[in-house]
């Protein structure tokens, strides 16, 4: 089956370069359950779905690579040498942090060009930049065959993150991207790096992902504040990571804490616990169960993490007092992007109708809508 975007993308390199491209396809992910629990060592419950990143690359002529962003008409050229992040860089870090990270494993990575597009939007919560990163070190570790394991090669996609990026992201983005499998969710362990594949069915719903549009600007810092929290309750603790705390200990402490400090290593715990009921749901054919969990995860994320906001909130209200909508949350690192709901299929239209008119009334501006379907990770393409 013909892919325009795969195409748009092959068609690109060539007309710029006059090569024949390697193509990689790399998937942006959805998160079924498990927020902000992977970068505590928790329990996530990503999959990769059939919107991504397409990138074509191919060695270099010359001692420069260029990076060509297709959707943004953007060009940038850099050297090799003594790669540092860019202030205001945008997608350039993401491009130019892969090769960076490559270099500090003491591995040369010689000159190329890449051409890359998308079909998911930047700020969606679908992780576009995850998916850039790896069809980053992906398309080089196959172009230069450098040896690196797809394991290695989503550490380097999360270092790129930290480091050029600026956001101290877990690697949950990175791994689904990478190791997605068609028609499955993956319960990853965030601390083993060990993923259970689960065969997706929701029978008579579907998932729906509806896009707020919007993307407030306090998310990198905020991100970064609630990890900081994060680690300063481990340190009380004595432990490692939140994954590794009950409500129990957490409880032990509180006096040391702040209300909001306590409230936000509580979610933790307690969403760590619903990823891991999610997949007793998913096991015993429970959707409705599974739903709850949903709206109980946003809950925790609004009330208790802050993390939504009043788009999102607006989206998962409704989501509640539909008939036709059995689960729903804001998913991602939060203060817009997308919510994820369970919806019957038979309603599908009826209910993209209803929230496309009242999300318009309520603030003067569109939402948009996503049918994903799960996909495999991180891969090469032909034409």
């Known amino acids: 089956m013909k892919n325009p975007l795969i195409e748009n993308i092959s068609k690109a390199f060539i007309d710029t370069f006059k090569q024949d491209p ?21 329990f996530v419950f990503p999959a990769a779905i059939d919107q991504g990143i397409a990138a074509a690359i191919q060695k270099s002529e010359t001692n420069t690579c260029i990076a060509h962003a297709y959707d943004l008409n953007d060009s940038y050229e850099f050297s090799l040498d003594n790669i540092t992040p860019l202030q205001n860089g945008g997608w350039r870090n993401y491009v130019i942090g892969v090769v960076a990270e490559i270099q500090k494993k003491g591995i040369t990575v010689p000159a190329f060009n890449i051409v890359f597009g998308g079909n998911i939007p930047e700020g969606a919560g679908l992780s576009s930049s995850a998916a850039l990163e790896n069809s980053v070190v992906f398309g080089l570790n196959e172009l230069f065959k450098l040896g690196l394991t797809k394991s290695e090669m989503i550490l380097v996609s999360q270092q790129a993150e930290h480091n050029f990026a600026g956001v101290r992201c877990g690697i949950m983005d990175q791994y689904a991207s990478m190791f997605g499998q068609k028609d499955h969710a993956l319960l990853l362990d965030c601390r083993t790096q060990e993923a259970t594949p689960f065969f997706i069915d929701l029978h008579d719903y579907q998932l729906l992902l509806v896009n707020t549009n919007v993307k407030h600007d306090l998310s990198e810092a905020a991100y970064n504040d609630r990890r900081q929290v994060c680690e300063t309750v481990s340190k009380h603790l004595k432990i490692d990571a939140l994954r590794d705390a009950t409500e129990a200990d957490l409880l032990k402490i509180k006096s040391k804490l702040t209300e909001d400090d306590y409230q936000k290593a509580l979610y933790v715990i307690q969403e760590n616990n619903r990823a891991l009921e999610a997949v007793d749901a998913m096991k015993a054919n429970e959707l409705e ?19 939504s906001c009043p788009e999102l909130d607006f989206l998962v209200d ?6 036709n909508i059995i689960g729903a949350r804001m998913m991602g690192g939060g203060f817009g992007g997308c919510t994820i709901n369970m919806v019957k299929k038979s309603a599908l239209e009826t209910v993209q109708k209803t929230i496309s008119k009242i999300y318009k009334e309520a603030f003067n501006k569109d939402c948009s809508f996503y049918n994903v379907n799960l996909s495999e990770g991180t891969h090469l393409v032909q034409i």
């Not at 990689?24 to 970068?39: K, L």
């Not at 169960?289 to 993390?307: E, P």
């Open 22 to 42: 390697i193509l990689v396809f790399s998937p942006g992910r959805i998160n079924v359950i498990g927020e902000h629990t992977d970068y505590n060592d928790g």
């Open 318 to 323: 409704f989501a509640k007092n539909n008939e």
């Open 289 to 307: 169960r599974l739903g709850a969990l949903l709206f109980a995860s946003h809950d925790g994320l609004q009330n208790q993490y802050h993390v």
